[in-house]
Nanobody, 124 residues
């Protein structure tokens, strides 16, 4: 069982930056991938970023490409999401996720484990 614990988030002004962290533990998931999703009130969960465990390939939707960066630190078993040039529409609860199957995916139902979520609020 993979266990994900998130930290970071908070309130930031438009144009500001934040970094989210997601500590992971459990059986090795070296052949899997991890990602970040977000969900705003009244909206469906939206894909934000993904990273492949094997080759560190990344995948972003156009809405965050060039502003957000996903990375991982194997030594500390931590996944990061660096967010910059934040906009009010980026406000949401952000979730980290992990999947057992190798390969990048932007579909929430293809992830097997989820963090507890952390609030990000961008004020205008």
């Amino acid at each position: 069982q993979v266990h994900l614990v998130q930290s970071g988030g908070g309130l930031v002004h438009t144009g500001g930056s934040l970094r989210l962290s997601c500590g992971y533990s459990g059986p090795s998931i070296s052949s899997a991938a991890m990602g970040w999703f977000r969900q705003a009130p009244g909206k469906e969960r939206e894909f934000v970023a993904a990273i492949a465990w094997s080759d560190l390939a990344t995948y972003y939707p156009d809405s965050v490409k060039g502003r957000f960066t996903i990375s991982k630190d194997n030594a500390n078993n931590t996944l990061y999401l660096q967010m910059s040039s934040l906009k009010p529409e980026d406000s949401a609860i952000y979730y980290c996720a992990a999947r057992r199957v190798e390969g990048l995916s932007g579909r929430a139902n293809e992830y097997d484990y989820w963090g507890q979520g952390t609030q990000v609020t961008v004020s205008s």
